[in-house]
């Protein structure tokens, strides 16, 4: 073998040494950084107290902590190691059923995957939320879910009672589903009857008195959205009531 045939079968063997060595620390900060990111934000790492600020943005559509109870979205009560979709007396969009079926549940890591892109990791989600990037933050909130999904779940209905508040009324009425269905033609021109919240958040399974209570924040202007604001101005009692009624009862696809 001639001394070119046999640098070519080893191409490594006149690499200095020192940049051997460089090489092999850049691999290693490289296999550290792969594994940083890879992962999960832990419970154990956050702070409950900055968890629970933070809940503040998720308050409007999940309830968690003793008695906690299924609004927009489910409550967050027993979370920890419970199958995804499984949650009884709530309405699921089939992508969250199916992950469920085939075995996934709620843990720390699949939390954090879930929180910093919903609609990544779960296709189909209702969840209109779009996401929180920031690690730490998700490890944070992860915390106090951890720390507040340990009381009891509510086990009986509370008693519907009238309550002082904007829609109080129409909360009372037994909504008409073939109204609710005949009103709904300018709504589902945006919301999708999938239950889908690709841009636009799901309305579909909504429990009626949320419902009742986001139309009448935008019927006076509560919550600032022109559309809505013009969609809800001349609704009364009996139109809102039947709309809440038909959207929450389809079943999310």
């Keep these: 073998m001639d001394q070119k045939q046999e640098k070519a079968e080893r191409p490594c063997a006149d690499f200095p040494t020192w940049r051997h060595a460089a090489w092999a ?42 008695n906690a109870r299924n609004g927009v979205g489910p409550h967050l009560d027993g979370l920890f190691e419970r199958p995804a979709g499984t949650l009884e007396g709530f309405k699921y969009s ?13 843990n720390e890591f699949s939390l954090d995957l879930y929180l910093e892109k919903p609609r990544e990791y779960v296709p189909g989600t ?3 939320y779009r996401g929180m990037p920031d ?12 720390e507040l999904s340990k009381a009891e779940p509510a086990s009986e ?21 073939a109204y609710g269905e005949y009103l709904s033609s300018e709504c589902v021109t945006c919301h999708q009857v999938s239950g889908r919240a690709d841009g636009i958040p799901s309305i579909i399974g909504w429990p009626k008195k949320p419902f009742i209570r986001a139309l009448f924040e935008y019927k006076t202007n509560v919550r600032n959205h022109q559309v809505m604001q013009n969609m809800t101005v001349n609704l009364g009692n009996e139109e809102i009531a039947a709309l809440a009624a038909y959207f929450g009862s389809i079943d999310p696809q």
């Design 157 to 177: 209905p509370e008693a519907e009672t009238v309550t002082p508040e904007m829609g109080a009324v129409a909360m009372q009425i037994n909504g008409d589903m």
């Design 94 to 106: 089939s992508a969250m059923k199916k992950l469920g079926s085939e075995g996934m549940v709620w």
């Design 25 to 66: 620390q850049a691999t290693i900060w490289i296999a550290a950084a792969m594994l940083l990111l890879a992962t999960p934000a832990m419970a154990s790492d956050g702070d409950p107290i900055k968890g629970e600020k933070l809940f503040k943005a998720c308050k409007a559509c999940h309830q968690v902590g003793a």
């Design 126 to 128: 209702r969840m209109s």
């Design 135 to 146: 690690r730490q933050d998700r490890t944070h909130i992860i915390a106090y879910l951890r």
